[in-house]
Every structure is written in C-alpha cells, then in structure tokens.
C-alpha cells in the first residue's frame, strides 16, 4: 500500500526559513510533488522531483532522497502569505496520492 | 486561459437526494482525476479516467459514480448523498498517467464544496 507521512502543523516567524518534511512508503514511485492549499482552494503546484536531489525555485527548494523515502520542503524569507496547508504528493502507477498536508502558520 | 473549471462551486443538496458534480477542462488531456476532500484532510483519489478507459479506487463506495461524455468534460454522480459525503470535491487533469521521469503535471479546478442537510 502507500503510505505519506508529514506533520500536521508548524509555525513559524516572517522572514525566517521553515522545512517541512515528508516520509512515504510506495511501490512504483514515479515522483514527488509539493503543492500549497489555501483554506477553501484547490492545491497549487509548488515543485517536482524524480531524481535524488535539491530543486531550487525562488524562495522553495525541494529534496528528494528515493532510498529514504524522503523528501523535504524549504521556505526562505516567509511571508505572512505562505501561511496555508503544504501537501506531500506521491506518484505511483498513474496515481497521484496525497499526504494529509501541513498546516504552516506564519506570525508576524 | 487554458483551465479546469468545476461547477457550481458551492453545491447544498439534500440527504439522499442525487447531485451531480460537473468538471470540463480546455486543455485537451487525456486523464481527468476526481478527490474527494473532508476538513482538514488530504484530498483522497476516488477514481480517474483515462481517455475513456474509466478505473475506480477499490474503496470508493458504489455511491460514486462518474461519466466522460467527451474529453472536455466529466461529471460526478453521488447517487444518495449522505452526511458523511460532505467534502471538497476537486477536479483534476494530466497529460498522461505519468509513466516517464517527466513532469507530466496535474492541472486542479477549483473544486465544488458539497453541504448535505
């Protein structure tokens, strides 16, 4: 079966960086996907990794080790607009599954 | 702009009253995805068509039921909605099913939040 594992929330102060993690368990892994969920919204998509490695895209970064079955998620400089749920996505066998998500609150 | 759009986005029926939930997208993909999302939970793959070729999770309940009349569109079918069926429900496309290192990325609508009184 699958299996994705992140912490529920985090907090965090505006301008720091913040790493959100992700575990899974999946056979077929095909990829990994970081989206961002406003309360209300549809998830929009925040970065991809297939390879081991680090993605860099302006202020998120995105890690992916596949032997662990791990990947992490780096926030620089917040803003009180990244305050919203980040989503660990996994693809395996023509699926997209989805982690329970991350509830990040940015304090001033 | 090429997009998916979901229809209604708010959507109240009525205990065990059949709704249909409606999703069309301009982007000619092959693949159209339907989730089911409950208050803070993750969005939970119900089942997905590819082309015409429709496949169902093995737990989504036989309440659910979906059509693709065309590429364009897709429609999800709640046969007796009850209490426990209230959720987001989110649409969404892809490419293909993904099978290549590529990121064949999905592509969300904005989804339909379903009320059940």
């Known amino acids: 079966g699958q299996n994705i594992d992140q912490p529920t929330e985090m907090t965090a102060t505006e301008g720091a960086i913040v790493q959100i993690n992700c575990t899974y368990q999946?056979?077929?892994?095909?990829?990994l996907f970081w989206y961002q969920q406003h309360a209300g919204e549809a998830p929009t998509f925040l970065s991809y990794n297939v390879l081991d490695g680090l993605e860099e895209k302006g202020r998120f970064s995105s890690f992916l080790s596949r032997s662990k079955g791990y990947s992490y998620l780096l926030l620089k400089e917040l803003q009180m607009k990244d305050s919203a749920s980040y989503l660990c996505a996994v693809r395996a066998r023509g699926k997209l599954i989805f982690g329970q998500g991350t509830e990040l609150s940015v304090k001033p | 702009d090429a997009m998916v759009i979901q229809n209604p986005r708010y959507q109240v029926t009525q205990f065990g009253k059949p709704v249909t939930l409606s999703c069309s997208q301009t982007l000619n993909h092959n693949v159209m995805y339907w989730y089911q999302q409950k208050s803070s939970q993750a969005p939970k793959l119900l089942f997905h068509y590819y082309d015409k070729d429709f496949n169902n999770e093995a737990d989504t309940p036989d309440n659910f039921q979906s059509r693709r009349p065309n590429t364009s569109f897709c429609f999800l079918d709640i046969r007796s909605p009850g209490l426990g069926d209230a959720a987001m429900y989110l649409c969404?496309?892809?490419?293909?099913?993904?099978?290549?290192?590529?990121?064949?990325?999905?592509?969300f609508g904005s989804g339909t939040r379903l009320t059940v009184v």
């Open positions: 999946t056979s077929g892994f095909n990829g």
């Open positions: 969404a496309t892809s490419y293909t099913l993904g099978q290549g290192l590529s990121n064949y990325g999905y592509t």
